[in-house]
């Protein structure tokens, strides 16, 4: 077997693994490198475990032949042996969100409703090594906490990212020896995309700069600081009065921001408009407390204190 296809297959049969048995499994298909090979790697080992693979096709319609390419990408899953294969067109719509996270919120949605409509399990997205050393290092330039570097999570919900292990030039390699064709997306290499530009310059110059195994170290960066976030929001949920100012002081800082941003979340603050510098105007209301005024937050709200204790309006 090639050696790049024995490590895709590999990377995807641990992931099947970790499911139930006669579970039904999505791929999440592009066209692109990264998603057909872990079609293709689905396609292979799922039958061998019992499981059953199909995929999902979402046209974001943001292109012009966005449409022809869909259908071209699921007919390539349906040649592999995937069923079911469904084409889904979105509509993308900003809301606030930049056109990323606004296609990825859609795509997320429309993947969901099909994993419920046929039973499945798992919904498989072909994220790679490359594409978590990317996520850091713009969440680095954004200035962002323990929990931005963290990264993508193998797991999360219904949704799994077997490949996140693997290289980008691997699954390049896999398609090859499989004979498959990938779609090159023109927006993967659009310098006006902050990821293309880390993509094509920030991380070959990094190589060039510190050496071989830059993306490899970011992303092991991003476990070890996934591990550390996931204690620290565990300790911060057992929190019972978030409201209580003596309580959040005597906090350390680390949970004490958890704590006030996990409150103004659930009082209806977006969770990505809610910056760092919000939690910490607020936390000032409970550390540097002067009498000042609401402090204003995305979503409409505002926090206050008052008789000691603060509260979301």
Do not use: Y
């Not at 995937?82 to 900003?94: F, R």
Request: hydrophobic residues 45%; charged residues 25%; proline residues 5%.
């Amino acid at each position: 077997m090639d050696p790049a296809v024995a490590e895709v297959r590999k990377a995807v049969r641990r992931c099947l693994d970790e499911l139930p048995a006669e579970a039904v499994v999505l791929a999440a298909c592009s066209g692109g490198p990264d998603s057909l090979a872990l079609a293709a790697a689905l396609a292979a080992e799922a039958p061998r475990s019992g499981r059953r693979a199909g995929a999902v096709v979402v046209d974001h319609a943001l292109q012009v032949g966005s449409a022809e390419q869909a259908s071209r990408a699921a007919k390539a899953c349906a040649q592999l042996g995937l069923d079911p294969v469904e084409v889904v067109t979105v509509s993308v719509h900003a809301r606030g969100l930049g056109p990323e996270g606004a296609a990825r919120q859609a795509r997320h949605a429309a993947l969901e409703e099909v994993a419920a409509r046929v039973g499945a399990s798992a919904i498989a997205l072909g994220h790679t090594l490359d594409d978590q050393a990317e996520t850091v290092l713009l969440g680095l330039g954004r200035g962002s906490g323990a929990r931005s570097l963290a990264g993508m999570p193998r797991r999360r919900g219904l949704l799994i990212r077997p490949l996140l292990g693997v290289r980008r030039s691997t699954t390049v390699a896999a398609c090859a020896a499989w004979g498959l064709e990938p779609w090159q997306d023109p927006h993967n290499s659009d310098p006006r995309f902050t990821r293309s530009r880390v993509r094509s310059d920030v991380l070959p110059l990094l190589e060039d700069v510190l050496g071989p195994g830059v993306a490899e170290a970011l992303a092991r960066t991003a476990t070890l600081l996934r591990a550390d976030a996931d204690a620290l929001d565990a300790w911060a949920a057992t929190v019972r009065d978030p409201s209580d100012v003596n309580v959040l002081g005597e906090l350390p800082a680390a949970i004490r921001r958890r704590v006030i941003r996990r409150a103004a979340i659930a009082a209806g603050a977006s969770a990505s408009a809610l910056t760092a510098s919000h939690v910490k105007a607020i936390e000032a209301l409970v550390v540097d407390w002067k009498g000042q005024g609401p402090v204003t937050l995305p979503g409409g709200l505002e926090a206050s204190r008052a008789c000691d204790r603060l509260s979301f309006r």
